[in-house]
């Protein structure tokens, strides 16, 4: 199989991986909007796959990252090692998403990439001080300061329209949610931003590895196009269906919090997005909806459902580099092996469609990080309903006991 072919294959895988992201991932941006009314899910899904478009638009710094600064060398590197690395993240990313496990498209991506060129190259390849400034830093602060931004946005918000009980929207409080249009494009506009970038750093990184660019200190415009409808036609296609379950799991969200979480969520990822971070969008996301429901006065933390999403977190990007770097191994062999990997990883691909298909409308399959992070915070008024009903069982069991005696 010649270089060329495999540099075409591998821009098809880049940009398949780009459409899953973006019925993966983009769905975060209107979970809030869609919970408090605000926007109806087709509009909301609509309105994403536009923003997600325009965001690719507006910057190619972390493009540059993943085609220059994360491997140390990438005119040295085969195209073959980069379609191990797709096919890697492509996998765990339809696997965790077809399980409902909580996980990150962008953290599957780069663990693809670092396990492939792991494989073949050695340590060495991976250029990993920029790894950890670029990638492990960001991963870990931002979704910290998402949510102290949301959690002051919130109070602040409380604070304005005090009112004296919990329903009482003689404030105008519920008219937050007009805000929630604006600030939910901007989440979708952020996540074009940052996360289509990746899929154009990717292609860059082939195009160089196949000689056919020079260098990767720059992305081409077909790039940027293809990069751009590839994830906006993956929301228009998929978000719907993630979204609809996602709103149902936040319920409880306020306008008020929606708002502030939204734009704690864009103002986060835009400014990473222009410093050359690579963010994961749902981990920032879930960040803001935490700092926003704790914001909320009655707000509590279940910490056993934290640290089932943060451990998802933690897992997906060694998870990937595992994946890619056995698929290294395999297209290793040769011609063969590179035939082998792509049939197996196509017929994983189906498969795991026809059966979400066949289960669309049940919480097992269709399960989302975002609404696993919604229930992290309970309100004040679960926290009555829980005690009431707990009360209520307690009382029912006493009856029962003195009627057998």
Do not use: C
């Given at each position: 199989?010649?270089?060329l072919?495999v540099?075409?294959?591998?821009?098809?895988?880049?940009?398949?991986?780009?459409?899953?992201?973006?019925?993966?991932?983009?769905?975060?941006?209107?979970?809030?909007?869609?919970?408090?009314?605000?926007?109806?899910p087709?509009?909301?899904?609509?309105?994403?796959?536009?923003m997600?478009?325009?965001?690719?638009?507006?910057?190619?710094?972390?493009?540059?990252?993943?085609?220059?600064?994360?491997i140390?060398d990438?005119?040295?590197?085969?195209?073959?090692?980069?379609?191990?690395?797709?096919?890697?993240?492509?996998?765990?990313?339809?696997?965790?998403?077809?399980?409902?496990?909580?996980?990150?498209?962008?953290?599957?991506?780069?663990?693809?990439?670092?396990?492939?060129?792991?494989?073949?190259?050695?340590?060495?390849?991976?250029?990993?001080?920029?790894?950890?400034?670029?990638?492990?830093?960001?991963?870990?602060?931002?979704?910290?300061?998402?949510?102290?931004?949301?959690?002051?946005?919130?109070?602040?918000?409380?604070?304005?329209?005090?009112?004296?009980?919990?329903?009482?929207?003689?404030?105008?409080?519920?008219?937050?949610?007009?805000?929630?249009?604006?600030?939910?494009?901007?989440?979708?506009?952020?996540?074009?931003t940052?996360?289509?970038?990746?899929?154009?750093?990717?292609?860059?990184?082939?195009?160089?590895?196949?000689g056919?660019?020079?260098?990767?200190?720059?992305?081409?415009?077909?790039?940027?196009?293809?990069?751009?409808?590839?994830?906006?036609?993956?929301?228009?296609?998929?978000?719907?269906?993630?979204?609809?379950?996602?709103?149902?799991g936040?319920?409880?969200?306020?306008?008020?919090?929606?708002?502030?979480?939204?734009?704690?969520t864009?103002?986060?990822?835009?400014?990473?997005?222009?410093?050359?971070?690579?963010?994961?969008?749902?981990?920032?996301?879930?960040?803001?909806?935490?700092?926003?429901?704790?914001?909320?006065?009655?707000?509590?933390?279940?910490?056993?459902?934290?640290?089932?999403?943060?451990?998802?977190?933690?897992?997906?990007?060694?998870a990937?580099?595992?994946?890619?770097?056995?698929?290294?191994?395999?297209?290793?062999?040769?011609?063969?092996?590179i035939?082998?990997?792509?049939?197996?990883?196509?017929?994983?691909?189906i498969?795991?469609?026809?059966?979400?298909?066949?289960?669309a409308?049940?919480?097992?399959?269709?399960?989302?990080?975002?609404?696993?992070?919604?229930?992290v915070?309970?309100?004040?008024?679960?926290?009555?309903?829980a005690?009431?009903?707990?009360?209520?069982?307690?009382?029912?069991?006493?009856?029962?006991?003195?009627?057998?005696?």
């Open positions: 199989m010649d270089s072919t540099v075409v294959l591998v821009i098809a895988l880049a940009l398949f991986f780009d459409f899953t992201n973006g019925f993966h991932d983009t769905a975060n941006a209107m979970a809030t909007p869609i919970a408090t009314g605000a926007l109806k087709r509009t909301a899904v609509a309105i994403a796959s536009v997600n478009l325009l965001g690719a638009f507006l910057s190619t710094a972390v493009a540059t990252m993943i085609s220059v600064s994360m140390n990438a005119s040295t590197l085969r195209p073959e090692i980069v379609f191990a690395g797709l096919t890697g993240a492509i996998l765990w990313n339809l696997t965790t998403w077809f399980l409902g496990l909580p996980s990150s498209s962008s953290h599957a991506l780069f663990g693809g990439l670092i396990g492939a060129v792991i494989a073949a190259v050695g340590f060495g390849g991976v250029n990993f001080v920029a790894v950890i400034q670029k990638v492990l830093l960001p991963a870990v602060f931002a979704p910290l300061i998402a949510g102290l931004a949301a959690w002051l946005a919130t109070r602040l918000a409380y604070a304005i329209t005090k009112r004296s009980t919990e329903d009482d929207l003689s404030t105008g409080r519920g008219r937050f949610r007009y805000g929630q249009i604006f600030s939910s494009s901007l989440v979708a506009l952020s996540h074009g940052n996360d289509a970038q990746k899929t154009m750093g990717v292609i860059t990184l082939v195009l160089v590895a196949g056919i660019q020079k260098d990767g200190g720059h992305v081409e415009l077909w790039v940027v196009l293809a990069a751009a409808l590839a994830i906006a036609l993956g929301t228009f296609s998929g978000g719907w269906r993630i979204i609809k379950t996602m709103g149902k936040l319920s409880e969200v306020k306008p008020a919090q929606g708002l502030a979480a939204e734009v704690a864009a103002a986060t990822i835009l400014a990473s997005s222009k410093l050359g971070f690579a963010l994961s969008t749902t981990q920032v996301a879930s960040g803001s909806i935490i700092g926003s429901g704790l914001g909320r006065k009655g707000g509590k933390v279940r910490w056993g459902k934290a640290g089932h999403v943060v451990i998802g977190w933690l897992l997906t990007l060694p990937a580099a595992i994946v890619g770097a056995l698929s290294a191994t395999l297209v290793d062999l040769g011609p063969a092996g035939l082998i990997d792509a049939i197996a990883t196509l017929g994983v691909v498969a795991i469609f026809q059966i979400a298909r066949r289960n409308v049940t919480h097992q399959t269709v399960a989302s990080e975002m609404e696993e992070a919604s229930e915070v309970i309100t004040r008024k679960q926290q009555a309903a005690k009431k009903l707990a009360s209520a069982q307690a009382k029912a069991a006493s009856k029962n006991g003195k009627g057998k005696k």
